[in-house]
């Protein structure tokens, strides 16, 4: 057993946990409304999540391309959401967009330009052409660049790498901050804040095959639940329909296909090589027009009618592209896929869904506020914005505006708040930070169980025996990971930190599976075999909270205020 080191201690205005988009334009945004700020994140700061890995585009109606106005986008992103979209967040999202997005060009992120206005493409699902885009798939790593440099110059920004959340604090039913663990030395650290914004994405980590990066295993969920605030439309996990398949694709984003579609159309096929998604209601004539659930549906379909690619997809070709276009299009990406073998003006590719963005997430109002005091949320963290399905570039649009508004309504809340951080409330964190006498647990591969578990059972088909076989395995999991770490505590000590994650990724899986149960219909990314079609009594978001160490769940009208529940 390794000695354990005094906990920390930080004293701060607000506390931003994740530094993501969402994360980092809150603490801009908190700062400028004059308060500390401590930003904070389990990986490095600003490249940990999913914004530093989003190559393609942000939606937002700039009007640039052609006429457009943030109504338009929130009449686009309402029908997406299959009638369960928080109309009050989404409006937040297409009305205060624009803004970030012109805000962000100032600051140098260089959107990519046409005739010296921002070049607007085309995307599934939005009426008209409303995509920005940085270049030669650097939209994310733009964003997360130039939100690092404006984090760089703000003064009053603290910032911590590698520090893992691992609960928040409470004193008298409100947030007062948070206990982390200092992944490389195993230090303790409790903050004191007067104000917390969860920004700390999703949680597709939870499925074998995903885009996500291993911080995305839905700690943002768990926290803001234990800490009392309810979860929304937690059923409804995106699956993004053409994650690369094969051939072998190293160093590049398994998302990537979907720019080059935005471009230049591209063409699914089957393994005979036939388009088909005329057979499931879209005919796309070599432009891009398919919706993500309708071409996840789609490609799964044709797979179980046996009409798949060899590793189980559809093939995804650019063959009719000539060199020069796909070189004017794509550049340099075009050299790091020869250096891959992959040749598009000969060969297609294979692609196939993978477990891309969460639609649910905490329930907040239009000022990022959760029910409990002192807690707000911002990005992907947030529940309801998107209903049952997502547009493509709303994402990012959620995480800029979002956090823009988390920033802002946390240092009004700072101003003027007191702290109310008492150690006594953050003894039961502590303690579990630096427990001993876990059991010696194989945590990696029952991460791996869990994915498994998630993808086979729990993915974008779903039937009452596969989410009941779901729930019962990870109970087991949950029964074999106990109530205490197992591991020393020491410097990246990775047993520990998978029970850490383990505890978060098994609380959220149950909710989802529990959640998918009962929506005993077929809507947006939640496709249940036994109940097709959208049933008119299910327009209802439902609600998970926490109570006596047991979730429950509710359902309420969409648009309700959550706390009046
Ligand atoms: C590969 C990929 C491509 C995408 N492409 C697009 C796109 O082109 N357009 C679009 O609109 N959307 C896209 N998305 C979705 C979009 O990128 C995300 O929804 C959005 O960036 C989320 O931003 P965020 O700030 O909420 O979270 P993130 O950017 O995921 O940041 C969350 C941060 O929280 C940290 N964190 C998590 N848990 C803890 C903890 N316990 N303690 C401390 N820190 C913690 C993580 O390390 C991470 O840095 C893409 C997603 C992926 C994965």
């Given at each position: 057993m390794t000695a354990r080191a005094e906990p920390m201690h930080v004293d701060t205005d607000v506390l931003i946990i994740g530094s993501g988009g969402a994360g980092m334009y809150a603490a801009i945004e908190a700062a400028r409304g004059g308060a500390s700020v401590f930003l904070l994140d389990r990986s490095l700061i600003g490249r940990g999540g999913a914004t530093v890995m989003a190559q393609m585009t942000v939606a937002v109606a700039l009007g640039a391309e052609t006429p457009d106005h943030w109504r338009h986008h929130l009449a686009d992103t309402i029908q997406a959401g299959r009638g369960l979209t928080d109309e009050r967040l989404a409006r937040l999202l297409c009305e205060d967009g624009p803004d970030c997005i012109r805000e962000m060009d100032a600051w140098g992120v260089g959107w990519a330009r046409r005739d010296g206005h921002i070049t607007q493409a085309f995307a599934p699902g939005h009426d008209r052409p409303r995509c920005a885009y940085v270049d030669f798939l650097n939209t994310g790593p733009a964003v997360s660049k130039t939100l690092r440099t404006v984090v760089n110059r703000t003064s009053g920004i603290r910032k911590a790498g590698d520090l893992l959340v691992v609960d928040l604090v409470r004193h008298h039913g409100e947030v007062t901050g948070a206990v982390a663990l200092h992944l490389a030395t195993g230090t303790p650290v409790t903050i004191a804040a007067k104000a917390t914004i969860v920004a700390a994405g999703g949680l597709?980590?939870?499925?074998?095959?995903?885009?996500?990066?291993?911080?995305?295993?839905?700690d943002g969920y768990a926290l803001a639940l234990r800490a009392g605030a309810p979860l929304i439309d937690m059923e409804f996990v995106q699956f993004f329909p053409i994650g690369h398949l094969a051939p072998r694709l190293i160093g590049m984003d398994p998302i990537m296909w979907d720019p080059f579609r935005y471009k230049l159309g591209g063409r699914l096929l089957n393994a005979d090589r036939e388009e088909f998604t005329e057979r499931y209601g879209t005919r796309e004539d070599g432009k891009y027009v398919i919706t993500r659930d309708l071409a996840t549906y789609a490609i799964i379909k044709e797979v179980e009618a046996g009409r798949g690619s060899p590793h189980g997809g559809a093939y995804l070709s650019f063959e009719h592209c000539s060199a020069e276009a796909l070189r004017a299009a794509f550049g340099p990406v075009i050299d790091r896929l020869a250096a891959n073998n992959i040749d598009l003006t000969r060969m297609p590719v294979e692609v196939a869904p993978i477990a891309h963005y969460h639609m649910g997430g905490v329930a907040a109002d239009p000022h990022m506020?959760?029910?409990?005091?002192g807690l707000l949320v911002a990005g992907e963290a947030v529940g309801g914005a998107n209903g049952a399905n997502r547009l493509s570039g709303n994402a990012i649009t959620e995480a800029l505006a979002f956090g823009r508004r988390a920033g802002r309504t946390a240092a009004a809340r700072a101003r003027d708040g007191r702290h109310g951080f008492m150690r006594a409330d953050a003894r039961a964190a502590l303690d579990l930070v630096t427990a001993d006498g876990g059991a010696d647990l194989n945590t990696a591969a029952m991460i791996q169980t869990l994915q498994a578990t998630m993808a086979d059972d729990v993915g974008p088909f779903r039937t009452q025996t596969k989410l009941v076989h779901a729930l019962a395995a990870i109970d087991q999991l949950a029964a074999a990971l106990g109530e205490r770490p197992g591991g020393d505590g020491g410097r990246f000590d990775m047993r520990r930190i998978e029970w850490f994650d383990l505890r978060n990724m098994l609380m959220v899986a149950r909710i989802v599976a529990q959640a998918a149960v009962q929506r005993t219909e077929s809507r947006g990314a939640h496709q249940r075999e036994d109940f097709p079609g959208m049933l008119p009594e299910w327009q209802v978001n439902q609600v998970a909270g926490l109570r006596d160490g047991e979730v429950t769940f509710a359902s309420v009208p969409v648009d309700a205020e959550v706390a009046a529940q």
């Open positions: 597709t980590r939870l499925y074998r095959r995903n885009s996500a990066s291993a911080n995305m295993g839905g506020q959760t029910e409990v005091p």
